[in-house]
Structure formats: structure tokens, C-alpha cells
């Protein structure tokens, strides 16, 4: 079964940093766009960054020069790098599947992993 599953999501003060995970089963990852969206209460779903399958990146405008996105093909892994967190990036995050690239429908999204960002 495909499957992503989302973690590494936490309580952190306003300036600190986490890292998210997003382990995939069921296919090899690298062959994929991998996204991550978050939605917070009372807000749009929002996509944050993507890296395409040929190893591009996009990030949306409010998380440049914060964030990163990488891959690890041995792991099956793709994290998300969050430095200079602010309140208002507090979500869940979910990674997905881009099918036909990042532009493109995404899918198999999982639980998410909740990322609060306080005092």
C-alpha cells in the first residue's frame, strides 16, 4: 500500500527550529514530487514546498530563506528543514504525492504532524 507518514512535529518557542520527516512505503520515493501543504485553524490549506523528481525545489514566498526541503533516496525520506519559526507558521503539515510533478495533482496525504509555534 502507498502510504506517507508525516512526524517530527512539536511544541517550539518563536526563533527555534524543527525538522519534519515524511517516510514513504509502498513505492521509491524518488521517483515522485514530494510536497508539504499545512492548514491552521480558520485557514486555507497552503502549499509550503516542493522538490520535484528531479531534485528542484519551490517554496512559497512567506518561507524563504527559512525553510528547507531535502531528500534522502536511501531512507525513502523527505524532511522539511523549519529555522526562524514564527506563530504564524503553527499548522498541521502534511507531506503528498505530486503525480505529475509539483504543479500537478497531489495524493496520499497522511495524519500530518501538528506544529505549534507559541510565546
Known amino acids: 500500500q502507498v502510504q506517507l507518514v508525516e512526524s517530527g512535529g512539536g511544541l517550539v518557542q518563536p526563533g527555534g527550529s524543527l525538522r519534519l520527516s515524511c517516510v514513504a512505503s509502498?513505492?521509491?520515493?524518488?521517483?515522485?514530487?514530494i510536497g508539504w501543504f499545512r492548514q491552521a485553524p480558520g485557514k486555507a490549506r497552503e502549499g509550503v514546498s516542493c522538490?520535484?523528481?528531479?531534485?528542484?525545489?519551490t517554496y512559497v514566498d512567506s518561507v524563504k530563506g527559512r525553510f528547507n526541503i531535502s531528500r534522502d533516496n536511501a531512507k525513502n525520506t523527505v524532511y522539511l528543514q523549519m529555522n526562524s519559526l514564527k506563530s504564524e507558521d503553527s499548522a498541521v503539515y502534511y507531506c503528498?504525492?505530486?503525480?505529475?510533478?509539483?504543479?500537478?495533482?497531489?495524493?496520499?496525504w497522511g495524519q500530518g504532524t501538528q506544529v505549534t509555534v507559541s510565546s
Open positions: 503528498t504525492v505530486g503525480l505529475q510533478g509539483c504543479s500537478g495533482r497531489h495524493a496520499f
Open positions: 522538490v520535484s523528481s528531479d531534485g528542484s525545489t
Open positions: 509502498g513505492f521509491a520515493l524518488d521517483s515522485y514530487s
